[in-house]
């Protein structure tokens, strides 16, 4: 009580006279503070999807929603943060100023919430994984279905990118962990996987399925289908270490479009193992001679800075693809 008997109580800058009144302040004010991360995930958003309208459709507003929403967040800190034109959104300069310090805000909430979930038993969170096809196919459904056995209330975000990419994710809060060329960046946490075999590939009616191994230096004289991947990098490394040119003459985004022409006889492709698996079509693998392979990694920015459901699902990562493929693996720390 003050001198005059009266209760109050003191919330920030606040001075009430009555707790109850204090109480339902302190509501209004934690509303307020979830508010904000809500307009900062809204402004992210915006700004990954170039759209106003894709941004509302990923996080579930209407798009008149959306825009009062990042309306009332110039409005409060006076500040133009999004460039809103036919082509769709961009930051400003003052935005692209902003945007780190937003996105650090951010991760800081999403941890804050994860501890408390680590405390109450993991039953909530959101794992954020940066991702190229090839993981996506083969090694994610199973490690994701491991993981849910036992936290189940875990939700991913999975974002598809180049090495480059995710590599840059990570840096920057993007994501919490990534599947890399390892080593990946030095500024990166990083462990081992696995060595995948990049082969060379033909439709199983061309006479160099028949090879036991194929010279990388006979690829000059046949048409190449060159796949552009999460992790290329190491095919062009290849090709570049053995002074190899090839006769490009289809490039390729989609492993699948590139093995349904090379099975139709349009000509070779490298590619690596892994990508292979699960395919039923009439191709033959031949290993490359000299052999060639690329190393792939996980990587985060720290484990200090990771939420306790990440850590768990990076320790699980390793092992289970030190379990799927003991035979080639060295040990996850």
Do not use: K, W, Y
């Given at each position: 009580m003050n001198q005059s008997g009266t209760k109050y109580g003191i919330i920030g800058k606040y001075r009430i006279h009555d707790e109850y009144y204090a109480s339902i302040l302190m509501q209004v004010i934690q509303k307020e503070a979830h508010m904000n991360i809500t307009q900062y995930e809204a402004l992210v958003r915006a700004v990954e999807s170039g759209t106003m309208t894709e941004a509302a459709r990923e996080l579930g507003y209407s798009q008149s929603g959306l825009t009062r929403a990042l309306n009332s967040l110039e409005q409060e800190w006076g500040v133009k943060l999004l460039l809103r034109g036919r082509s769709g959104v961009r930051l400003t300069a003052e935005g692209q100023i902003l945007m780190p310090l937003i996105r650090?805000?951010?991760?800081?909430?999403?941890?804050?919430?994860?501890?408390?979930?680590?405390?109450t038993g993991l039953r909530e969170g959101l794992i954020r994984v940066g991702t190229f096809n090839s993981v996506s196919a083969q090694w994610l459904p199973g490690i994701i279905k491991q993981f849910r056995k036992e936290y189940p209330g875990i939700r991913f975000e999975l974002l598809h990118g180049t090495d480059e990419q995710i590599n840059a994710w990570i840096l920057d809060g993007r994501v919490d962990v990534g599947f890399i060329a390892y080593p990946g960046a030095p500024e990166l946490d990083s462990d081992f996987l696995y060595r995948d075999p990049i082969v060379s590939i033909f439709a199983d009616s061309d006479p160099h399925a028949k090879l036991s191994t194929f010279p990388i230096a006979e690829l000059p004289r046949l048409p190449y289908i060159a796949l552009y991947e999460g992790v290329e990098d190491e095919i062009t490394a290849i090709l570049a270490q053995n002074r190899i040119q090839p006769d490009t003459k289809f490039m390729e985004s989609d492993d699948?479009?590139?093995?349904?022409?090379?099975?139709?006889?349009?000509?070779?492709?490298?590619?690596?193992?892994?990508?292979?698996?699960?395919?039923?079509?009439?191709?033959?693998?031949?290993?490359?001679d000299p052999p060639g392979h690329r190393d792939l990694g996980v990587a985060c920015r720290g484990r200090q800075y990771l939420s306790a459901a990440a850590r768990k699902f990076y320790d699980c990562i390793c092992n289970w693809v030190k379990n799927e493929y003991a035979v080639h693996m060295t040990t996850c720390i």
């Open positions: 650090t805000v951010m991760n800081d909430q999403l941890r804050l919430n994860e501890r408390i979930d680590e405390i699948h479009a590139v093995i349904a022409m090379v099975e139709q006889g349009l000509g070779t492709s490298l590619m690596s193992m892994m990508m292979l698996q699960g395919f039923d079509r009439r191709i033959t693998a031949v290993p490359l």
